[in-house]
């Protein structure tokens, strides 16, 4: 996830509900828990960073799949340039008339700071029951699991009913070669898929150490910057002569800050209000469920406006993050600018919001340009069959739990698939506490070594399940 991404987990205040009824005994962790975490040291001590290479741990990877049997012309490692290659691996079928389903996870991370941390960053450190390092909840720890669980399933003479494609890929964080981008437009034929696993998104959800929730990225909302910009003639700071331009920028960022996009309840975000209404104490509770049976409650909209996440929800926002001007403290300054940066619901369309955004500030003199377009999103309806395995795995390894599909209010590459029709599902099998999940990106990232043997386990049968139908 990159800086404008935020993590896939949604979080919304206390909820009460009873525990899970758990396994009677930890299940039996197979050889991939530890595989995935052999591998995970590899992919911590490669400095990946968001500005650096992914290429020479893409190629070692390849190296441990060509050796474990994979044939040659089924690991590749392309992309962009030279230093930001992603690794794809296709795991061949019986029917290569079914569409594959395609396995997602990013190599590349954000940088980190090694005075700040306890552990070395750059080396995979067991400690206080945690796993240390850079990248072990985004998004190496899920890769790992991933990578471990299609190497396990070739070892034990596993063929899958139709292929199985696993890609790893550069550039999610800094947006700078990103390998999904690239394959979608120039490798097509690699990712195409029935649909998604995208280990960048979901997981499980907890609440005072009890499991409450399976939760699944199905859509996310579009991201889209606009430029702002007000011209003036300048001129010496001793005679103004009216509003200048950062006074008129100001004023018409003031009035769009007040205005507020009308609710629009896509099918993911009423399933998800359905499903979270009864784990929801008090009046946010209630006004879930009623948004759920009726999009056009508009009194239940007002309650969840109130709370940021969930207004956010429900609607598209649009907020100033950048603003500069003038050239001395001195002088009228001849020109300011502004960015604008929204989060847009699915299946809204950009000339509606630009245009929504003039009317708002009510000023011909504020110029607006597009400086990042959307890429339009469909939300991700889940069938059948991946529901149902789903549920059997989850069940299996934690109990019984709700699966909770869920629009994502940041994006992950799985837009540019989602954007190319291919259905995308973010889908991590860890459950940890939210004081680690906040370590991501930050100092000291860590996951609890249980967790992450578990959430490898979870993938290995996943894998195993899906390739089996």
Same mark, same amino acid.
């Given at each position: ?26 299940? *039996? ?13 590899? $992919?911590?001590?490669? #400095? ?11 190629? =070692? +990877? ?64 067991? &400690?206080?029951? $945690? ?13 790992? %699991? ?12 596993? %063929? ?77 700071? =001793? ?53 759920? @049976? ?7 909209? #007002? ?5 940021? %996440?969930?207004?956010?929800?429900? @609607? ?41 955004? #003039? ?14 377009? $959307? ?42 698939? &989602? ?28 996951? *609890? ?12 049968? +996943? ?7």
């Amino acid at each position: 996830m990159s800086l404008r991404h935020v993590c896939g987990t949604v979080l919304l205040g206390a909820v009460l509900v009873a525990p899970s009824h758990l396994p009677s005994q930890s299940p *039996p962790m197979a050889p991939s828990a530890a595989l995935a975490r052999e591998l995970l040291a590899e $992919m911590v001590a490669a #400095r990946t960073l968001d500005t650096g290479n992914t290429t020479p741990l893409a190629e =070692s +990877l390849a190296r441990r799949f060509r050796s474990a049997g994979f044939p040659t012309a089924d690991v590749m490692v392309v992309g962009a340039g030279p230093s930001n290659r992603n690794l794809v691996v296709r795991f061949r079928g019986r029917d290569s008339t079914r569409a594959p389903i395609l396995f997602l996870a990013h190599l590349d991370v954000v940088d980190a700071e090694p005075q700040r941390w306890r552990t070395d960053p750059w080396t995979l450190t067991e &400690r206080d029951g $945690m796993l240390w390092g850079r990248g072990v909840l985004d998004d190496k720890g899920p890769a790992a %699991t991933i990578a471990a669980a299609f190497l396990e399933a070739k070892a034990a003479g596993f %063929t899958p009913q139709r292929d199985l494609v696993m890609a790893l890929t550069a550039g999610e964080e800094s947006g700078v070669d990103n390998g999904v981008q690239w394959l979608v437009a120039n490798r097509p034929d690699l990712v195409r898929a029935e649909y998604v696993v995208n280990a960048d998104g979901g997981g499980g959800e907890m609440e005072n150490g009890r499991r409450i929730a399976f939760n699944v990225q199905a859509a996310e909302k579009v991201y889209l910057d606009l430029t702002l910009t007000v011209k003036g003639p300048g001129g010496h700071s =001793s005679m103004p002569d009216g509003p200048n331009p950062i006074e008129r920028l100001s004023n018409g960022i003031a009035r769009l800050a007040r205005h507020e996009f009308p609710v629009n309840i896509t099918p993911v975000v009423r399933s998800y209000l359905a499903q979270r209404a009864p784990m929801t104490p008090g009046e946010l509770g209630r006004a879930m469920a009623a948004l759920g @049976r009726n999009p056009q409650d508009f009194t239940a909209a #007002r309650t969840l406006s109130a709370t940021a %996440t969930t207004n956010a929800l429900i @609607r598209t926002t649009c907020i100033t993050t950048l603003m500069s001007g003038g050239t001395a403290p001195n002088a009228i300054p001849a020109t300011a600018t502004a960015n604008v940066n929204c989060r847009v619901i699915p299946g809204e369309r950009q000339e509606h919001i630009v245009e929504a955004i #003039r009317q708002a500030i009510a000023d011909p003199t504020v110029e607006i340009a597009v400086r990042e377009p $959307m890429k339009p999103s469909e939300p991700s309806l889940m069938g059948p069959e991946l529901r149902a395995v789903l549920e059997s795995t989850i069940t299996d390894l934690y109990g019984r739990l709700p699966v909770i599909t869920y629009m994502e209010m940041g994006a992950t590459d799985g837009l540019y698939l &989602r954007y190319a029709g291919i259905p995308v599902f973010g889908i991590i099998g860890l459950f940890a506490p939210n004081d680690i999940l906040a370590s991501l990106h930050g100092n000291d990232e860590r996951v *609890p070594v249980e967790a992450y043997a578990r959430s490898a386990e979870f993938m290995r049968r +996943l894998v195993r399940a899906l390739g089996t139908r």
